[in-house]
Nanobody, 123 residues
Framework: QVQLVESGGGLVQPGGSLRLSCAAS????????MGWYRQAPGKERELVAT???????NYADSVKGRFTISRDNAKNTVYLRMNSLQPEDTAVYYC?????????????????WGQGTQVTVSS
């Protein structure tokens, strides 16, 4: 089993910054990609940013130039630096890890999600 622990959410004013962290632990063989998704009330979950084990980054158009994703492969940790936050960024942010994990059947491809951390941008 794999656990993802997120931290760093909170309340900030427009134009402020936050840094989210997510650490994966458990029966991990390898993590191919990690990412951040978000879900606002009444809306579907959407991709924010992803990063592969080779450090290839991908961003939603709405956050390009403002958010930066990074990872520490040795620690199985992904970060999201959020600058110039706007009220539209208010959402629950979820961490995701996609890779190969140990199971009772051996090595199994799968993905895991964190429980989410609230980001609120308001004056």
């Amino acid at each position: 089993q794999v656990q993802l622990v997120e931290s760093g959410g909170g309340l900030v004013q427009p134009g402020g910054s936050l840094r989210l962290s997510c650490a994966a632990s458990g029966s991990i063989f390898s993590i191919a990609a990690m990412g951040w998704y978000r879900q606002a009330p009444g809306k579907e979950r959407e991709l924010v940013a992803t990063i592969t084990s080779g450090y290839i980054e991908n961003y939603a158009d709405s956050v390009k130039g403002r958010f930066t994703i990074s990872r520490d492969n040795a620690k199985n940790t992904v970060y999201l630096r959020m600058n110039s936050l706007q009220p539209e960024d208010t959402a629950v942010y979820y961490c995701r890890a996609e890779g190969v994990y140990y199971s009772d059947y051996g090595l199994t491809p799968d993905d895991y999600w964190g429980q989410g951390t609230q980001v609120t941008v308001s004056s």
